[in-house]
């Protein structure tokens, strides 16, 4: 019998050779499936759950990612001129220090910003990405501020703009810079110096640059670990993360592009793509359980499924929250549609959970507070008060939330 991995062995295989389950590293937090640690956080979230809120002005549609007891975040602090990286104590969201860098404004598109790309940490730095002009630059800096160093990695060309978040795992640090056409490339660098290590060029569709980011994935406990890539021409690939050479590949060969992080859980992986004008796509694939084997492509959906926002997996089932605000539980095994359900949305942020409740935010500020199982189920919702596009971080026990003019904490510090 096929033996089945669930994305909390995922979790926990990378957690113990990476970071402690309190932290949310990256876009989308530790393996980058939207799963943090704070089990004392209310299921039905309310106001009095709030420990602070603090003014965030400047556009970005960056998410906060979180180290130790340090939030790290970008904004444009001059809009179209100069971005900014900073930093927050996560326990009375008192601003630590700002670094600011000027940049040459380009072409995107009037949803995304030039603040658009979260960064990612580690016990030793904080990395973010920026487009300035043509140019893709990477720094990394020190927890207290200082630039440690910094290089640029290529050129974008892309109809919405950049959005390249990084990703670390261990001395490595990941970019996937999937811009138009042939000038694209996944990118290993070493993360104390910024020295590439390896590099595969890849190439999309014309318009079709893609954002996802890269994701750990194990078989079992003892095989090795490899990072999986999405876009649209290629598909999902395996690679090994030292040394950049292919483990496998299976393609859906999606018309779209890529930009949500799939979700995986018992095996099952589902990712999508889509396009404003182009319709989406969605494929269900299952992961190989023996380091060796590949992928297996079991089916496809186009109804009722997300663009930009990523899945959430949980317990076997994924939830799946649609741009146009339409909700829905698929089974991962059966791959059919367990409930589905209009919310007011519509979304553009992601899911997110402590393994006991969803939390989702959609572009008007509201917070909804869903139970997972068998029927839709709103435990709660908050109206923040203002727009948001960012993804929520769960850690030190808590959820922070970003909005357009806001950083807030529910649950109280640890």
């Known amino acids: 019998m096929r033996s089945k991995i669930t994305v909390n062995l995922v979790l926990s295989l990378i957690l113990s050779a990476q970071a402690s389950s309190q932290e ?16 004392d956080l209310p299921a039905a979230l309310a106001e009095e759950h709030i420990a602070w809120r603090v003014p965030l002005t400047g556009p970005a549609q960056s998410s906060p990612v979180f180290w130790g007891s340090k939030l790290f975040l970008t904004r444009e602090s001059t809009p179209g001129e100069v971005l900014e990286l900073l930093c927050l104590d996560a326990r009375s969201g008192e601003e630590l220090w700002a670094y600011e860098l000027p940049f040459d404004p ?20 904080v990395y973010f990405t ?5 140019s893709m630059y990477v720094a990394a800096l020190d927890h207290e501020g200082a630039e440690l160093w910094q290089e640029e990695f290529g050129n974008f060309i892309g109809m919405h703009g ?26 290993a660098l070493n993360r104390s110096s910024g020295e590439e290590v390896w590099r595969i060029p890849q190439s999309n569709i014309d318009n079709m640059a893609c954002y996802t980011t890269a ?22 690939s395996a690679v090994d993360p030292q040394t950049g050479e292919l483990r496998w590949n299976v393609n859906p060969e999606f018309k779209t592009r890529c930009v949500a992080t799939p979700a995986i859980t018992d095996g099952m992986m589902f990712y999508s ?12 694939v299952e992961l190989p359980s023996e380091p060796g084997e590949a992928a297996t492509i079991l089916g496809s959906k186009r109804r009722n499924i997300p663009y930009v926002p990523s899945a959430l997996a949980l317990g076997g089932r994924f939830y799946l929250f649609a741009d146009n605000g339409l909700a829905s539980c698929i089974d991962a095994a059966s791959q059919e549609e367990v409930w589905k359900q209009r919310m007011d949305g519509p979304f553009f942020s992601s899911p997110v959970s402590n393994g006991e409740t969803i939390y989702i935010l959609d572009n008007n500020g509201i917070l909804y507070c869903l139970q997972p ?8 919702r908050i109206d923040l008060g203002s727009a948001s596009w960012a993804v929520p971080a769960i850690a030190d026990g808590g959820l922070f939330v970003r909005t357009e003019s806001e950083l807030i904490r529910f649950g109280e510090p640890r």
């Not at 995304?112 to 990612?120: D, K, R």
């Not at 920026?130 to 043509?134: A, E, I």
């Not at 950049?162 to 996944?186: F, I």
């Open 24 to 39: 949310w590293s990256r876009y989308r937090g530790i393996a980058g499936q939207g799963i943090g640690a704070a089990p």
């Open 106 to 125: 380009y072409r995107k598109h009037k949803l995304n910003s030039f603040a658009g790309s979260t960064p990612s940490a580690d016990a030793d730095a």
């Open 130 to 134: 920026w487009q300035s002009g043509p």
């Open 162 to 187: 950049s959005n390249c978040s990084p990703v670390v795992y261990g001395d490595l640090l990941y970019l996937a810079h999937d811009s138009e056409g042939d000038t694209g490339a996944w990118v």
């Open 215 to 236: 994701i750990p994935f194990q078989e079992s406990e003892d095989a090795p670990v490899s990072l999986l890539f999405t876009n649209t021409v290629h598909g999902l």
């Open 273 to 284: 793509g889509g396009s404003g004008r182009a319709g989406k796509d969605a494929t269900f």
């Open 373 to 380: 199982g068998d029927e839709y189920k709103e435990l709660s």
